[in-house]
């Protein structure tokens, strides 16, 4: 299986500041790894060191085989793709419009965007299936379709990869199911996914391997089945989990 994303024994922090150390991961073409932990427990510093937007304080971070250290911004923009958390959108831009600047990496500093970038944004919001909201601006969107945009916009890169920081935050459950469901049809096609999320139910729906992560540490890593236990969820949020089958899907129930 070729490796699209690999991190061998990383420190992240900022300076001054570690917040995790010794880490390794691999990822290959349809691979989703889900990451679990506390506020704070270091997601988004470990997502963007795995990005490059934060140097690793050691060991180091590898996309198809090629040190992240050694890459152009270019470089590492073409081969992974990056929702960042919370994304708000402050201009009145449409989703077309929106899912085009993910072109920015193929294009030079004062060119526009040609057919073929144009073409590439096309094709991402139909991957999607959302083409009735290309023309719509993308500020009276909703959560949801707001989230669906941004992934499509990581798509028009061209980037095989995907990090994606809680996607499914503060949205509405219809809305979590339908990026959960992109989830699981982009690894079906061949993406390697990092997804981050509060609700570990959400890993046995759409992961096929889990890190769970304490105060920048790994508590566990393996399948979602392996590492989510009530055991290892008291030890990292504090509070009684049990782990339960329900018509074959296993889900996460607080003892309240």
């Not at 944004?121 to 999607?128: P, V």
């Not at 959560?143 to 949205?171: C, F, H, K, W």
């Not at 540490?217 to 989990?241: M, S």
């Amino acid at each position: 299986m070729a490796v699209a994303l690999e991190a061998r024994a990383l420190g992240y922090g900022y300076p001054g500041r570690p917040v995790g150390r010794g880490l390794g991961l691999a990822l290959g073409a349809g691979d989703v790894l889900c990451v679990l932990g506390p506020n704070g427990g270091g997601k988004t510093t470990l997502f963007r060191t795995l990005l490059g937007l934060l140097p690793a304080q050691a060991g180091e971070v590898l996309l198809d085989g090629q040190a992240l250290g050694a890459m152009s911004r270019g470089d590492v923009a073409r081969r992974v793709g990056y929702v960042p958390q919370g994304h708000t959108a402050q201009f009145a831009f449409t989703v077309r419009e929106a899912v085009l600047m993910g072109r920015t990496a193929h294009i030079s500093l004062f060119a526009t965007p040609g057919v073929a970038d144009r073409a590439a944004a096309d094709r991402a919001i139909a991957a999607l299936g959302i083409e009735s909201l290309a023309g719509r601006v993308v500020t009276e969107l909703s959560g949801g379709e707001r989230q669906l945009a941004m992934i499509a916009r990581a798509l028009a890169q061209g980037a095989r990869a995907l990090v994606l920081d809680e996607p499914t935050a503060s949205l509405d459950f219809g809305n979590q199911v339908r990026v959960l469901r992109e989830i699981r049809r982009l690894a079906a096609e061949g993406y390697a996914v990092v997804f981050s999320t509060h609700d570990p139910s959400q890993a046995f729906l759409a992961a096929s391997r889990v890190l769970l992560l304490a105060q920048g540490g790994a508590v566990r890593q393996g399948t979602p089945a392996e590492v989510i236990t009530g055991d290892n969820l008291r030890a990292v949020y504090g509070v009684e989990v049990r782990v339960a089958e329900v018509d074959g899907a296993r889900v996460c129930l607080p003892a309240l």
